[in-house]
């Protein structure tokens, strides 16, 4: 009896020293596997080549919007900043890009505030276009950027006596409406596709990466994410509003693929927001309802359409290797205004959400 017992208790302390051993085992092959997959999402995104790109390009509209770079501090790395109207009293608008571009992949809407009366700041954020940073880091580094941002004008005496208000797209959209978890007296925001929290990105997306596995792997996220980043990696939207008294508007396609209109959304938690200065806008209209695409004209995408049959035509005529010079050659060709023409209709009750927050 007694041997029958001791190979009983042998065998359970085989069996949980075995478990322990794959929980290590799987727990640091978890671990790596995250760093290298999270790492891999928030690479350095440099200028584009601009010869070979579609979009607007400061040179395009210099001559009548002219600006002056300013420098500032985000943790270790020296961001580039670019002021527009210098000359315009009515506010600030500051801009906060999307993941994947920088400040100049804003220049449409930056032209429609200067236009509009506003004086512009848009930056460069970490890992992004001017400046410094190896990588872009992560979705919480957005926020941090914007801080900073935010704290410079703060400390810059021309900017005194503007008021400040918040724009920002994707990425962008995310870290204005996450921003007022900071002291910073901001007279209004608009979030335009943006997401909760960073968590809800990366879970969302993993799982369109990996399916249901990505929700084991949840623990090794946020453990990574916390290292990376502390307190920042753990702030929602949702409690941000809540605790704030400024006026904000929420814009999101509801066809976004990339920051899910019922997923990890902002607009999504609306019910979870019980703040009466808050609206929304649902972009709906087939061909504007996605991620990027909500901003601009119905001419813009017949005219978008239209470049993507004829640069298809060209791909397959060169079996998918269509030299550089042939390929600056289209590019020099096209109308890169008509090519993101913005939607006035949206763009001006974003100008109208703006001055009606600051009683105008």
């Not at 695409?293 to 791909?315: A, G, H, M, T, V």
């Amino acid at each position: 009896m007694k041997k029958v017992e001791a190979q009983k208790r042998q065998t359970m302390k085989i069996f949980v020293l075995g478990s322990l051993g794959f929980i290590s085992i799987f727990s640091i092959i978890s671990m790596i596997a995250v760093v290298f997959i999270y790492n891999g999402q928030f690479p350095r995104y440099d200028r584009f080549d601009t010869t070979i790109t579609a979009s607007l390009r400061y040179d395009d509209i210099q001559s009548n919007y002219p600006r002056n770079l300013k420098s500032f501090k985000s943790g270790e790395n020296l961001l580039q900043g670019y002021v527009y109207g210098e000359s315009h009293n009515q506010g600030l608008v500051v801009v906060a890009h999307g993941i994947g571009g920088g400040a100049d992949s804003y220049l449409p809407q930056i032209k429609y505030f200067v236009d509009k009366g506003w004086r512009v700041f848009a930056y460069d954020a970490t890992g992004s276009f001017d400046s410094e940073g190896k990588t872009t880091k992560g979705f919480p580094q957005a926020l941090l950027d914007l801080d900073a941002a935010i704290t410079f004008i703060n400390s810059q005496e021309e900017f005194t006596d503007l008021p400040v208000l918040l724009f920002g797209h994707s990425w962008g959209g995310y870290a204005v409406a996450n921003v007022m978890h900071y002291d910073h007296d901001v007279s209004a925001i608009v979030s335009v596709s943006g997401a909760n929290s960073p968590m809800e990105v990366i879970m969302e997306q993993g799982h369109s990466m990996m399916g249901d596995f990505i929700t084991v792997q949840y623990p090794f996220l946020w453990m990574y994410q916390y290292l990376l980043f502390n307190k920042a990696a753990s702030l929602n939207a949702v409690d941000a509003i809540n605790d704030s008294e400024v006026p904000m508007l929420i814009i999101h396609g509801t066809d976004d693929q990339t920051i899910q209109y019922n997923g990890c959304s902002i607009i999504s938690k609306k019910k979870d927001i019980d703040r009466l200065n808050v609206e929304y806008i649902s972009m709906s209209s087939q061909g504007q309802n996605g991620h990027n695409d909500l901003f601009y004209s119905d001419e813009s995408r017949e005219y978008i359409d239209k470049i993507n049959i004829e640069y298809r035509q060209l791909y397959n005529k060169y079996e998918q290797k269509i030299p550089y010079e042939i390929k600056q050659e289209f590019y020099s060709k096209l109308d890169r205004f008509l090519f993101q023409d913005l939607d006035i209709r949206l763009m001006d009750r974003i100008d109208e959400f703006f001055l009606k927050s600051l009683g105008r």
